[in-house]
C-alpha cells in the first residue's frame, strides 16, 4: 500500500541526491523550503519500465499514449490526480523561480540556485530514462514484486509542469481544416540568427588523401551557396603531440595533430588537412568560425598523452600560452577566427582514449575563462584581442548542464568572460527539459542578461524509423550504431533544430561532423547491402559521406544523405542577421512544427516540418500589406531541394499551403513591396556546379544516393 503521495516521494528522490550540509531556514516555509522538508531522510530505489509521456506534436491516436496515466491501478491514478491537483496553485507560474532563488540567498548561494536545479536535474533525469518503474517497497519496506511496480514515468511528467514556466504537455489542437486556423507569424521578434554550422572533425584526415580536385570540391559543397552555404564552421586544435606521446588514441583518425610537439615546440606544418579546410572557410568568408579545443597539447600534460587528463590549476598558464601563440599564428596568416572554445564535454577525460579529451572540474571552469579573457586582452594583436569566448561544450543538459552551471556560470557571466554559451545535446532533452534550461540561464545570468546561446554539437542517434513508428522520440538513449541516411533521420534533426530555435531562443545550431566513413556498406558496390538503412551497424554521424573503402577502391565520391538537404532549408534560408517570429505550435496539425525569420534583405522565410505519413493543408496569412511568395522548395522521401509550384496570395494576404507528406517545405516571401532575390532552383535543375557534377543512381531496390565526383 501507498502511504505517502506519489508527489512526495518524487520530490524526495530528487532532493536526497543534493541535500545541502548547510542548516535549511524555516522561517518562510515557501514552497522551496517545503519541497526540501520532503525530501529529507528518504531513500528509494528506481526501476525501469517505458516512458509513456506524449510529446507535444505526437497524434492522440497514438494507443500507447493517449492516456499517460493509463497503466496505473484506479487508486494509483487518483493519487497522481490528487497530486497533480495539489500543485496546481503553488507551481502554476514563474513564482516557483523567483522563490528559489530567494531560498538559495537565505542559504548563501546566490545566482546558484543549486538546490532547485539539482532536484529538476534529477527529476528531468528520472522522466527522461528509456525505461522509468518505481517500487512502493520505498515507502515502508518489503520486497519488489512485478505487481508492485509502479511505473513514474507520466507521474514526474505531470509534477515537471508545474515546476517550469511553460507547460510540457499542452493539447495542441488539429488543425485540418484551413479555413478555422489560420497560420501567421507571431508580431514579437525573438533572437537573432548567427549561423548554422558543424565541425571540420575528424574526416580532414582522410581528405589530405584524396585527390586536389575532390577536396576543392567538398569545400564547394560545404560552403558555396549552391550547396549547403554554411554560415558557421568548427576547427578543432588537435592535442597530439605525436610519435613520443606516450599513448596515442586509438581510433588513428580521432587523434588530431597538434601545433605543439611532444617536446613543447611548434610545427606549424602539422595538420594539414585541417588547415586547407579552414582556409576554405575563412576564403569564404563565413560569418562564424570557431577553434574548439578536445584535449590540452600532450606536451604540456605530465602523461605526455592527448586523453584521459584532467586541467589543472597549474598547468593553465601554459594552456593559455598555447591557445594565444596559436590563434596569432593563424590569424596573421590570413585564417579567420571569431571564437575560441578551450573545453569540450569537460566531465569526461575520455580515459579509454578512443579520442582525444580532457576533464575540466566544475570549480576551474570559470578560472579557465577569466585567464584566457585575460590573455587574449593581452596580446599584441589586435585580431587576437577581439576573439570571443564561448563555453563550456557540457555534453548533456539534465546531467552535465542543470548541476554543473550553478558552479561557473553566475561568476563567469558577472565577471564578462565568456561570450556566447556553448552546449551540446546528447541527452536528446525533450521540450520541457530545454523549456528548464533556458530558464535556469536566465537566472544564472541575473542581474544581467543571458548570454548568447549556441547548439554546438549532435550527432549518432537513432532514427524514428529504427526506434519507433512514425514520430521517433527526442528523449535520450538514442546514442546507437544505425545508418539512416534517408528521410526519418532527417525529419529527427529538423525537429531538434526546431527545438533549440524556438523554445531556447539559440542563435546557432551545429551538426556534428560534416563528413564520416561510417557507412556500414561500400556504396561503389551493385548492390551493395545497408546502404539505404542498417539498424545495427554505421552512425548516422554525418551529413555527406565517403566509401569506409575507399584506400582500396579509390572510390572519392561524395554520398549524400536526407539530412544534408533538410540542413540546407535552415543554413541556406535562415542567415546571419535574420530576425526570428514565432509560429505558434497550437495553430499547426499534429506532427508539425515551424521556424520563420525575416533575414537582412527584407526577405521572409518560413521553414514547415511535417513528419506525418500524410499531407497537412495549412493556410497561411502574411504579415503587412503587399505580400507574395515569391519561392517554394521542398525535401521528401523523393525530392531533394526541390522547386515546387508557389502558392498565389490572395488579397487579403491569405493562401493554402501544403506541406508534403514526411517532409520539409521553405517559402521564401515579401511583404511591403519587398523584391526577393531570383528563385532558388531546385536540384534537379543543377546540371553542373564549381568543379564537379552530380549524378543519381539507382539500385535494384530503388535506392537512391547522390555523389559528387
Given amino acids: 500500500m501507498i502511504r505517502h503521495t506519489l508527489l512526495s516521494l518524487l520530490i524526495a528522490i530528487a532532493l536526497v541526491a543534493a541535500s545541502p550540509a548547510r542548516p535549511v531556514p524555516r522561517s518562510k516555509g515557501g514552497t522551496a523550503s517545503k519541497l526540501y522538508e520532503a525530501g529529507k531522510g528518504v531513500g528509494t530505489t528506481v526501476y525501469h519500465a517505458p516512458n509513456l509521456l506524449r510529446r507535444q506534436d505526437q497524434p492522440a491516436s497514438d494507443a500507447d499514449i493517449t492516456d499517460p496515466l493509463g497503466s496505473l491501478s484506479r487508486a494509483q491514478k487518483a493519487a497522481v490526480e490528487q497530486a497533480v491537483k495539489d500543485l496546481e496553485k503553488p507551481f502554476g507560474n514563474a513564482a516557483i523561480w523567483k522563490e528559489a532563488i530567494d531560498f538559495d540567498k537565505e542559504r548563501g548561494d546566490a545566482h546558484e540556485n543549486r538546490n532547485f536545479y539539482q532536484m529538476l536535474a534529477t527529476l528531468q533525469e528520472a522522466e527522461n530514462s528509456s525505461q522509468n518503474v518505481i517500487s512502493p517497497y520505498v515507502f515502508g519496506g518489503g520486497s519488489p514484486s512485478p505487481e508492485d511496480q509502479l511505473n513514474v514515468a507520466p507521474t514526474i511528467g505531470k509534477v515537471l509542469q508545474y515546476l517550469q514556466v511553460y507547460p510540457a504537455q499542452f493539447k495542441q489542437p488539429q488543425a485540418s481544416d484551413p479555413a478555422k486556423s489560420l497560420v501567421q507569424l507571431s508580431p514579437e521578434p525573438q533572437q537573432t540568427i548567427a549561423s548554422f554550422g558543424g565541425s571540420g572533425a575528424w574526416w580532414p584526415l582522410y581528405l589530405k588523401d584524396f585527390p586536389p580536385e575532390q577536396q576543392k570540391n567538398l569545400s564547394t559543397l560545404l560552403f558555396s551557396e549552391d550547396w549547403l552555404h554554411l554560415s558557421g564552421y568548427r576547427f578543432n586544435l588537435g592535442g597530439s603531440g605525436g610519435v613520443e606521446d606516450s599513448v596515442y588514441v586509438s581510433t588513428p583518425t580521432r587523434g588530431v595533430e597538434s601545433f605543439m610537439t611532444t617536446n613543447g615546440t611548434y610545427d606549424w606544418t602539422r595538420d594539414p588537412g585541417s588547415v586547407y579546410f579552414l582556409k576554405a572557410a575563412s576564403d569564404a568568408k563565413l560569418a562564424s568560425i570557431t577553434a574548439f579545443v578536445n584535449s590540452i597539447p600532450s606536451a604540456l600534460t605530465e602523461s605526455k598523452r592527448p586523453c584521459g587528463n584532467a586541467l589543472n590549476a597549474s598547468n593553465i598558464p601554459q594552456y593559455m600560452t598555447y591557445l594565444t601563440d596559436t590563434l596569432s599564428h593563424l590569424t596573421s596568416n590570413g585564417f579567420k577566427v571569431d571564437y575560441i572554445s578551450p573545453m569540450n564535454e569537460p566531465h569526461n577525460d575520455f580515459g579509454a582514449c578512443a579520442q582525444e579529451g580532457m576533464s575540466v572540474d566544475k570549480s576551474l571552469r570559470a578560472t579557465v575563462f577569466e585567464n584566457l579573457r585575460a590573455y587574449l586582452k ?129 542563435e546557432s545550431w551545429d551538426w556534428w561532423t560534416l563528413l564520416s566513413n561510417m557507412m556500414p556498406c561500400y556504396p561503389s558496390t551493385i548492390p551493395a547491402p545497408n546502404c539505404d538503412f542498417s539498424p545495427e551497424n554505421g552512425y548516422n554521424d554525418a551529413l555527406l559521406y565517403i566509401s569506409p573503402a575507399y584506400p582500396e577502391t579509390k572510390d572519392y565520391n561524395f554520398y549524400f544523405t536526407k539530412r544534408f538537404w533538410v540542413f540546407r532549408h535552415f543554413s541556406h534560408f535562415l542567415r546571419p542577421g535574420a530576425v526570428r517570429y514565432d509560429i505558434p505550435n497550437e495553430i499547426l496539425p499534429y506532427g508539425t512544427v515551424a521556424v520563420a525569420a525575416k533575414n537582412t534583405d527584407g526577405v521572409y522565410a518560413a521553414i514547415f516540418v511535417n513528419r506525418n505519413v500524410t499531407e497537412q493543408v495549412i493556410r497561411m496569412k502574411l504579415p503587412g500589406e503587399g505580400g507574395r511568395v515569391a519561392n517554394a522548395v521542398q525535401t521528401t522521401d523523393k525530392d531533394d531541394f526541390a522547386a515546387v509550384t508557389v502558392p498565389v496570395v490572395s488579397a487579403d494576404g491569405t493562401f493554402n499551403l501544403n506541406l508534403p507528406a514526411k517532409g520539409v517545405l521553405t517559402i521564401q516571401f515579401t511583404v511591403g513591396g519587398v523584391v526577393a532575390a531570383e528563385p532558388i532552383a531546385g536540384k534537379r535543375d543543377i546540371v553542373e556546379k564549381a568543379e564537379g557534377q552530380i549524378h543519381a543512381k539507382r539500385g535494384k531496390r530503388g535506392r537512391r544516393w547522390w555523389r559528387m565526383r
Fill in 378 to 506: 593581452a596580446s599584441p594583436s589586435l585580431t587576437v584581442q577581439s576573439i570571443q569566448i564561448m563555453g563550456d561544450e557540457s555534453s548533456q543538459i539534465a546531467s552535465n548542464a542543470f548541476p554543473d552551471y550553478p558552479s561557473w556560470l553566475p561568476q563567469a557571466i558577472l565577471a564578462n568572460h565568456i561570450d556566447a554559451l556553448a552546449v551540446h545535446m546528447y541527452d536528446f532533452p525533450d521540450d520541457a527539459t530545454l523549456l528548464n534550461y533556458r530558464q535556469l540561464v536566465i537566472n544564472s545570468s541575473l542581474p544581467s542578461p543571458p548570454p548568447p546561446i549556441k547548439q554546438t554539437e549532435i550527432s549518432s542517434f537513432r532514427s524514428a524509423k529504427g526506434l519507433h513508428a512514425a514520430y521517433g522520440s527526442t528523449g535520450p538513449k538514442r546514442m546507437a550504431p544505425e545508418y539512416d541516411p534517408g528521410i526519418n533521420s532527417a525529419l529527427d534533426m529538423a525537429r531538434m533544430i526546431w527545438q533549440w530555435l524556438t523554445l531556447v531562443n539559440a
